[in-house]
Protein backbone atom coordinates (compact mmCIF):
# COMPACT_ATOMS: atom_id res chain seq x y z
CA UNK A 1 0.00 0.00 0.00
CA UNK A 2 1.51 3.47 -0.90
CA UNK A 3 1.75 6.03 1.93
CA UNK A 4 0.28 9.59 0.31
CA UNK A 5 1.74 12.67 1.81
CA UNK A 6 -0.71 15.53 3.36
CA UNK A 7 -0.89 17.03 -0.19
CA UNK A 8 -1.67 14.24 -2.05
CA UNK A 9 -4.38 13.07 0.43
CA UNK A 10 -5.75 16.56 -0.03
CA UNK A 11 -5.81 16.05 -4.04
CA UNK A 12 -7.32 12.20 -3.48
CA UNK A 13 -10.40 13.67 -1.30
CA UNK A 14 -11.05 16.84 -4.20
CA UNK A 15 -10.86 14.16 -7.12
CA UNK A 16 -12.67 12.04 -4.93
CA UNK A 17 -15.24 14.14 -4.37
CA UNK A 18 -16.04 15.08 -7.98
CA UNK A 19 -16.30 11.55 -8.85
CA UNK A 20 -19.13 10.97 -5.87
CA UNK A 21 -20.71 14.27 -7.13
CA UNK A 22 -20.80 12.71 -10.94
CA UNK A 23 -21.69 9.97 -9.61
CA UNK A 24 -24.62 11.39 -7.49
CA UNK A 25 -26.02 13.20 -10.47
CA UNK A 26 -25.52 10.31 -12.77
CA UNK A 27 -27.51 7.89 -9.73
CA UNK A 28 -30.77 10.60 -9.97
CA UNK A 29 -30.66 10.69 -13.32
CA UNK A 30 -31.28 7.19 -13.81
CA UNK A 31 -33.66 6.78 -10.66
CA UNK A 32 -35.52 9.31 -12.82
CA UNK A 33 -35.24 7.72 -16.06
CA UNK A 34 -36.52 4.20 -14.70
CA UNK A 35 -39.85 5.90 -14.01
CA UNK A 36 -40.25 2.98 -11.07
CA UNK A 37 -42.37 3.17 -7.58
CA UNK A 38 -40.15 4.38 -4.77
CA UNK A 39 -37.43 2.09 -3.93
CA UNK A 40 -37.47 0.33 -7.13
CA UNK A 41 -34.66 1.64 -8.80
CA UNK A 42 -32.13 -0.84 -6.80
CA UNK A 43 -33.33 -3.24 -8.48
CA UNK A 44 -31.81 -1.86 -11.54
CA UNK A 45 -27.83 -3.03 -12.54
CA UNK A 46 -26.98 0.11 -13.36
CA UNK A 47 -28.69 1.93 -11.01
CA UNK A 48 -26.63 -0.63 -8.81
CA UNK A 49 -22.91 -0.13 -10.03
CA UNK A 50 -23.84 3.92 -9.77
CA UNK A 51 -25.26 3.20 -5.72
CA UNK A 52 -21.99 1.13 -5.19
CA UNK A 53 -19.73 3.04 -6.66
CA UNK A 54 -21.11 6.04 -4.87
CA UNK A 55 -20.73 4.72 -1.40
CA UNK A 56 -17.43 2.91 -2.18
CA UNK A 57 -15.86 6.20 -3.22
CA UNK A 58 -17.29 8.30 -0.09
CA UNK A 59 -15.99 5.73 2.46
CA UNK A 60 -12.68 6.47 0.52
CA UNK A 61 -12.92 9.90 1.00
CA UNK A 62 -13.96 9.30 4.95
CA UNK A 63 -10.94 7.51 5.33
CA UNK A 64 -8.49 10.06 3.62
CA UNK A 65 -9.93 12.47 6.09
CA UNK A 66 -9.73 10.58 8.88
CA UNK A 67 -5.83 10.10 7.87
CA UNK A 68 -5.49 13.34 7.34
CA UNK A 69 -7.62 14.23 11.08
CA UNK A 70 -4.85 11.33 12.66
CA UNK A 71 -2.02 13.46 11.34
CA UNK A 72 -3.41 16.64 12.44
CA UNK A 73 -3.85 15.67 15.81
CA UNK A 74 -0.28 13.47 16.24
Do not use: C, W
Amino acid sequence: MTVLNTAELHDLIERLAGFVQDLHTRKERRAAMLDTPAGAPQSDPVYQRLFFNHERFSRQIEGARSELSRRKNA
